[in-house]
Structures are given as C-alpha cells and as structure tokens.
C-alpha cells in the first residue's frame, strides 16, 4: 500500500467528511514540489498575483517543526493552527502536546492538503483522537475548537503557519478573526452567561 492509499484509509475511518473532497478533482497546477537540502519534500505555492511562495525550510523541514511544535506546547489548551502545508508542524505538534490539550489544523487549500497526502505519511495524525483536521474555506474551524474547548477545559490559541497566510492573506485573516477568533469570544461569552445564570434560566 502506498503513501496516498494509507492515508485515504485512515482519512475515511477519523475523517470522512474530507475523502469525497480528496478523491474530486483538484487543480495543483499552482503547487510545485521540491526537496529540501535533507531529502525531506517541500512545497512553493505560486499565489493569485503571480508571486512564488516557499512553504517550507530549504536545509530540514521537519527540524524546523520540531523547534517551533516545542514552543508552541507549551501554550497548552486548545492549539488552531491555521495553514498546513505538508504537515510537519502538525505532526511536530501531536508528537508533543500532553494528554490536556487539543489540535485543530486548517488548510484553505484542497490542493495543498491532497498534496500532503502523496507525499507524507500522516496516518499518525490523521488517526490521533485529539486532533480535528480541516480543509477548505467553509470549514467551521471555531466549532471545532469550541468542541475541543469543551471536552479539555483549555483555553482557544490560534498559531499562525506565517506561509499560508503569505500564499492567501485575506483569507486567512479573515479566517481566523471570523472564523475563528470572533466566534469563539461569543462562545466563552455565552459559556460564561450559562455557568453564572443557568439556574435561573432552568427557573
């Protein structure tokens, strides 16, 4: 079984909303797929204007996620990565988050994900009962977060994977004020409202 194969699998089992979308046909002509100095894949993303936009580190990819997955960690709670890319960072992320926190990853772009799915193994994340992956710009990533918040009890921290928001900045931070940050404010608002007054509402 291949790469692609074994991720479909996985993808229909934890994920089965996204398959019928992965297995339509994508448009990648604006994807190219290189290989860092380590071997490891890497994408650049040719933008609506033109422009070519490195996705990941030129000398090691995965080390660079590493780093960035330890700092981020350490936030705890409920941690929305908003871009994906190839899923280094993702991956670095569920590898090292504890047993309190959560991982939502967003990627707007169907063809960067189906991307992923070729060439990385992301069964491990992909399978992880602690991590929602979405993909496209109608995903509900703030009800998703709220889900997590709820079943952790962690706080909402969005982290921002900065090549996404090059290759699509409108969308992206419209996404997370919109989609994400704005939503979720109202969120603990009414969560706040209930936990103070839902006796009398019960009355």
Same mark, same amino acid.
């Given at each position: ?11 229909? +089992? ?47 990819? +995965? ?96 982290? +921002? ?43």
């Amino acid at each position: 079984m291949g790469i692609f194969e074994k991720n479909l699998e996985v993808l229909a +089992r934890y994920h089965p909303e996204l398959l019928e979308q992965v297995q339509a046909p994508t448009s990648v002509s604006h994807i190219t797929v290189d290989k860092a100095k380590n071997g490891d894949p890497r994408l650049f993303v040719r933008t609506e204007s033109g422009e070519t936009i490195p996705i990941h580190n030129e000398d090691d990819p +995965r080390k660079v996620a590493q780093r960035s997955a330890e700092k981020i960690v350490e936030f705890g709670g409920v941690l929305v990565v908003m871009g994906m890319g190839l899923g280094y960072l993702g991956q670095a992320i569920a590898e090292t988050m504890n047993d309190s926190s959560a991982l939502v990853v967003f990627e707007a772009d169907m063809g960067i994900f189906k991307t992923a799915l070729q060439l990385m193994d992301l069964s491990d994340l992909l399978s992880h009962h602690r991590v929602k992956v979405l993909v496209g710009e109608d995903a509900k990533v703030a009800e998703c977060a709220y889900y997590f918040m709820a079943k952790t009890g962690g706080a909402v921290r969005a982290v +921002r994977f900065e090549p996404a928001f090059r290759t699509a900045p409108e969308l992206y931070r419209n996404k997370l004020r919109y989609g994400l940050v704005n939503p979720t404010l109202d969120h603990l608002s009414n969560w706040a409202t209930a936990d103070r007054f839902g006796i009398q509402f019960t009355k």
